[in-house]
């Protein structure tokens, strides 16, 4: 019931967090993923200094139970799950995206791993992270990717009856400039 | 004989009751739907529904230019739009490599902050109503008011307050701005402390909130809290420390944590981060005063392909005036790319990540809403208390429903 103050001067904070960024630094990440992994995880990059990588399908809870548990890399807070749709990426239309933060070090990386529309099964991170269950159904809602092992996979923002995933790309707003509608109340 | 009521099975022989909390239950702030199974007042489980008010914010931002989106992210969590605005800004500039200058910053900060003393108010004096105690909540409200009438002098707007564009703001602040920020110093640190002692030692209000809907730092990490509600675990994660955005790192400023992480921690906590906004406000006003001759005037970066020039430049300069038809057509294209930028909301780290595909509005955008992460634990949080307590619990979590729906 007391109320502690952390001495957290700015100034002080990013001394310690520069200390640490030398020492988990992407490069180190990427080494021990790919000393663990080998050819398994690919497509290294840094877009805007965030290490981004990709894994088979199959192999999203090893890759997260090993940057979980391991004793370096400590990626043990899911910041953010969701998906992306890239309808001209065949066997590859459905992106989950998964943002995670090691919260010691202060480091975020992204990892993704691709799956085809016709069958998106995706295996849950739910027993890893709490936080992933409504992410996961929400992701489900709106792309249906089908992740295995969901304790309650259901719709979470739409209605139930609902038979689509409405963020797909095969179902666009409406065109702003499209003139085939005459809504004079509207100053169509 | 015919019975003419018809019951579900074995619902004679059930001990427990079902009690549908919500959706437009006046204890709960919005549109939340809570199942509760109780024993006698005793809550068995809870099971929660959200999306009343979904409006699809991430598939409408597919097709707008990404000035348009920020009249969005005001109607994510909109007791404190202005920090959803800057950090929509704060995306689009890294994506952009928009550098703004120092005052920019600082101006921001102002607002982001008194933004959060506005989202904390709310939350605090809602929390003194769900324990019965109505007169903080009254009281309080004319300061938010003053809040808001800052954000009027600088916007022209009040709740949804689309504040600022890519690059700075879209005019200077105004003497009249200035004078309320430094009314607002002068007389809100008094009013805080009296708000503060009806509340912070008074024996209902500390038997309503201790030991219920606590929680421990372990669980609030798995379960991916942020803000306030994991500072109250324990856990001292801050955006504005971890990653600053905005100049931040030039500040002094403590992140108060808790230990318990339960309602009254929360409390605390929510209480003492409106004592280092002040601070932060008091700083961040001083450092503008020190800006003389044209730094005193820069209100915005300098990118012309994102920022609209003076409507004087436009009716006499033929760059201006394409610059200006570029950016209110949406013309301009968006360099390719993939950002993540999180800033400190009122409720915990309010995310953006934006892809960029290099047309005129994002190929895909996705908020990170912190209070639709941490609701999930409602269930756990309250699983065992009383009723009356879980409505505490809720308001206490500040839950928005704008927010958790997008």
């Known amino acids: 019931m007391v109320l502690f103050y952390i001495k957290a001067f700015s100034h002080f904070h990013i001394f310690i967090f520069s200390h640490f960024l030398s020492m988990l630094s992407n490069q180190t990440i990427k080494e021990r993923l790919i000393q663990k992994f080998g050819d398994q995880v690919f497509n290294f990059e840094e877009p805007y200094g965030m290490l981004t990588f990709e894994s088979d399908k199959d192999n999203n809870l090893k890759v997260m139970q090993f940057l979980f548990d391991d004793e370096e890399l400590r990626f043990q807070f899911l910041t953010d799950l969701t998906a992306v749709h890239y309808p001209n990426k065949q066997g590859k239309e459905l992106a989950v995206v998964y943002h995670l933060h090691n919260l010691v070090d202060n480091v975020r990386i992204r990892f993704k791993v691709f799956t085809a529309v016709e069958k998106p099964d995706v295996f849950t991170a739910t027993k890893l992270f709490e936080s992933a269950n409504w992410m996961e159904r929400e992701t489900f809602d709106f792309y249906g990717v089908n992740f295995v092992g969901h304790p309650n996979l259901k719709r979470i923002l739409n209605v139930d009856e609902m038979t689509y995933f409405p963020m797909r790309k095969e179902f666009p707003l409406e065109d702003q400039t499209r003139i085939d509608k005459d809504d004079a109340m509207f100053g169509r | ?406």
């Not at chain 2, 199974?37 to 230019?65: C, M, N, W």
């Not at chain 2, 003194?128 to 600088?154: N, P, W």
């Open chain 2, 1 to 406: 004989m015919e019975h003419h009521i018809k019951l579900p099975e074995r619902s004679i022989e059930k001990t427990t009751t079902t009690l549908n909390l919500g959706p437009t239950h006046p204890a709960t702030h919005g549109v939340f739907q809570n199942i509760l199974e109780l024993d006698g007042e005793r809550i068995v489980s809870a099971e929660q529904t959200v999306g009343y008010i979904h409006r699809a914010f991430e598939k409408i931002a597919e097709r707008r230019p990404l000035y348009q989106i920020t009249p969005l992210t005001d109607r994510l969590n909109y007791c404190s739009s202005p920090i959803n605005n800057m950090g929509w800004h704060l995306t689009c500039e890294k994506l952009l490599g928009v550098k703004t200058p120092k005052r920019v910053d600082y101006l921001r900060i102002i607002i982001m902050e008194l933004a959060r003393i506005s989202d904390h108010l709310i939350c605090n004096s809602v929390v003194g109503v769900d324990s019965g105690a109505f007169t903080g909540f009254l009281y309080v409200m004319q300061y938010r008011e003053l809040i808001y009438e800052i954000y009027e002098e600088v916007c022209g707007s009040r709740l949804t307050t689309n504040m600022g564009r890519i690059g700075g703001f879209e005019r200077n602040f105004n003497n009249t701005a200035f004078e309320k920020i430094e009314k607002f110093l002068k007389e809100y640190p008094g009013v805080l402390k009296e708000f503060g002692n009806l509340f912070m030692r008074n024996r209902i209000f500390m038997e309503r909130t201790m030991g219920c809907g606590g929680i421990s730092a372990e669980r609030a990490l798995n379960y991916g809290f942020t803000g306030p509600n994991l500072r109250a675990t324990g856990v001292d994660y801050d955006v504005r420390v971890h990653t600053p955005y905005s100049s931040y790192e030039d500040f002094n400023f403590s992140v108060p944590v808790g230990k318990t992480g339960d309602n009254y921690d929360r409390f605390l906590v929510r209480d003492a981060e409106m004592w280092q906004s002040i601070s932060i406000i008091q700083q961040a006003y001083q450092k503008i005063q020190e800006f003389k001759g044209t730094e005193a005037e820069v209100y915005h970066a300098d990118a012309p392909e994102y920022f609209l020039p003076p409507k004087q430049d436009v009716y006499t300069k033929m760059e201006a005036l394409i610059w200006h038809f570029k950016i209110v057509m949406g013309e301009t294209e968006i360099p390719p790319g993939e950002v993540y930028q999180s800033v400190e909301g009122g409720n915990g780290e309010l995310g953006f990540y934006l892809i960029s595909d290099g047309g005129r509005s994002p190929y895909r955008l996705h908020f990170r809403r912190p209070c639709f992460i941490y609701y999930q634990a409602y269930s756990e949080l309250t699983k065992g208390s009383m009723l009356s307590d879980a409505v505490i619990t809720m308001s206490s979590l500040n839950l928005i429903a704008g927010e958790m729906d997008a």
